[in-house]
């Protein structure tokens, strides 16, 4: 690496780089990455799970300023190893058990690595034709394992788009919602829109009603019950929209979910679309995390009625081995989101995009710039190929079902919402047999104590740093998620997670 150094005082102490991209040091230097991420690895179960730090911890361990001079990437990564890894909550760690898995594998980092190395912004075809040709190649591809209609391909008249995440991707189909509704009713109805979901429906969508403009009193979380698995019953759905109608009000976009977050619940998609075909209401199908398991064939059901539905997503960065980040967009009219998203300034124009022969990615997103990503899931595909994917899936279902009897083995715990892919919901109760007596009556019990009782479980599983696990309510009551995903997990592991479990109520019992 090039080097000049300055012999006047202002300088006689400093040294600058002058190629900030020499192929030889950037071997060298590369090099050293790989066998520090490698050792990560190697090392990882060493490491409390959660991150035990507390706020603004760094700021005490870092300098006020930036370096005037250029500092080694040896002594870099020494603090790295020293101060951020101390701060970090190792979701790749095979103790890993909260919110849901960001699954990682060799083919998606260095398909990261490549398409860090390209660097190439394929805003439009021109831009890099390569990066956009993937896209749509890999978008077929992976619709073509889950069995979508040719409708949401572009063999057919659809098409698929990564974005950078599902709450984006709603935003931009939302978006597209909103406009294709305005443009029949008048743009002076936009008062009046409605958007669905139910309460289980993730946050991201009222986020992204609330940045396309609808009026926050005209969001709709229809209730669920326990009765329906917490999945959104069609009936209730018919209700609400029949009673926004004839309040004067125009319903235009639904979020059904396949797999919700707090308990993986699942709402009918098939019966739901019939609802909206009734209002001409747009239905998204948010599928982020578990929409992954839909390419093994046993899965596949969770999402029939798909052809039903105007748009459809999964975050291949969740539970599909591709690193963050990746979602996966599907569309059955692109052209809606085009007419909601596109630009067209001078500085962009060509003749490809004019030919109208070619895809121009940058008018099916939120932002201009966009990265490689395609690259990253073209090498988890490749590189695995269909039968590992489903293999490595159902090794993490498998998992979970294991932790799920090592529960109902202990009458200490139930289990609080139906397992169906690799999440197990449940909570301890306060007696060993209180569970045999008031299981069919939730009212008996002392809710609020019994919830006390579970966060502080799981509070005390997660200060140990032997694991991590994260809670949700449902319906009022306080359950703890264990979301089996991570890559590194075996089954030694699950078993041990279960034995923290244990061994932590244990103390509990023993106090209350």
């Known amino acids: 690496m090039g080097i000049l150094t300055f012999d006047n005082d202002d300088e006689s102490n400093s040294y600058f780089v002058t190629n900030p991209l020499d192929p030889k040091e950037f071997r ?19 490491y409390q799970v959660l991150s035990q730090v507390e706020p603004n911890y760094l700021r005490k361990l870092l300098p006020e300023s930036a370096p005037y001079s250029p500092e080694s990437i040896e002594t870099i990564l020494q603090d790295v190893q020293k101060y951020i890894i101390p701060g970090i909550t190792h979701w790749q760690s095979p103790n890993y058990f909260a919110y849901f898995p960001s699954s990682g594998s060799i083919a998606g980092f260095l398909g990261e690595m490549l398409s860090t190395g390209f660097n190439v912004v394929g805003f439009n075809w021109m831009s890099s034709p390569a990066a956009t040709e993937l896209e749509c190649i890999v978008m077929d591809w992976l619709g073509e394992m889950l069995k979508l209609p040719k409708s949401f391909l572009f063999s057919g008249n659809g098409g698929g788009v990564l974005q950078g995440t599902t709450c984006e991707a709603i935003l931009c189909t939302l978006t597209a919602a909103r406009d294709q509704m305005l ?36 969001f709709r979380a229809v209730k669920t019950t326990k009765s329906t698995s917490f999945g959104l019953c069609p009936k209730s759905l018919r209700d609400v929209v029949q009673a926004d109608v004839q309040a004067g009000l125009v319903p235009f976009f639904l979020c059904a979910t396949v797999g919700t977050t707090s308990t993986n619940a699942i709402d009918p998609i098939g019966p739901l679309c019939e609802v909206a075909k009734d209002y001409s209401i747009w239905v998204h199908v948010d599928a ?8 093994c064939p046993e899965f596949r059901h969770f999402i029939d009625g798909i052809e039903g539905a105007n748009s459809f997503t999964l975050n291949a960065h969740k539970w599909f081995f591709t690193t963050l980040d990746c979602c996966c967009l599907w569309v059955k009219d692109p052209g809606t989101l085009i007419k909601s998203l596109s630009t067209n300034p001078a500085y962009l124009r060509n003749k490809a995009t004019d030919s109208k022969q070619v895809v121009d990615y940058k008018d099916w997103q939120i932002t201009l710039s966009r990265r490689f990503r395609a690259m990253k899931l073209w090498l988890v595909l490749r590189s695995y190929g269909v039968a590992n994917l489903r293999f490595f899936l159902r090794s993490h279902v498998k998992m979970a079902k294991l932790f799920e009897e090592l529960v109902r083995l202990d009458n200490r715990f139930e289990v609080v919402a139906p397992r169906k892919f690799a999440l197990v919901c449940f909570r301890v109760l306060p007696k060993p047999n209180v569970k045999k007596v008031y299981e069919n009556d939730e009212k008996a019990l002392d809710l609020e104590r019994v919830n006390k009782l579970n966060q502080k479980l799981l509070d005390s599983i997660n200060r140990s740093g032997h694991v991590y696990m994260c809670p949700t309510v449902v319906d009022g009551v306080y359950i703890i998620r264990c979301a089996i995903g991570a890559t590194l997990t075996e089954e030694r592991h699950v078993i041990m997670a279960w034995k923290v479990v244990q061994k932590h109520a244990d103390a509990l019992h023993s106090r209350y």
């Open 183 to 218: 443009s029949q009713v008048g743009r002076e109805k936009m008062e009046k829109l409605v958007v669905y979901g139910s309460d289980q429906t993730h946050s991201a969508i009222q986020k992204a009603a609330k940045i396309s403009g609808i009026n926050p009193m005209n």
């Open 28 to 46: 060298r230097q590369g090099h050293m990455i790989i066998d520090f991420i490698a050792d990560y690895y190697e090392n990882i179960e060493r």
């Open 288 to 295: 982020a995390y578990a929409g992954s398991a839909c390419i």
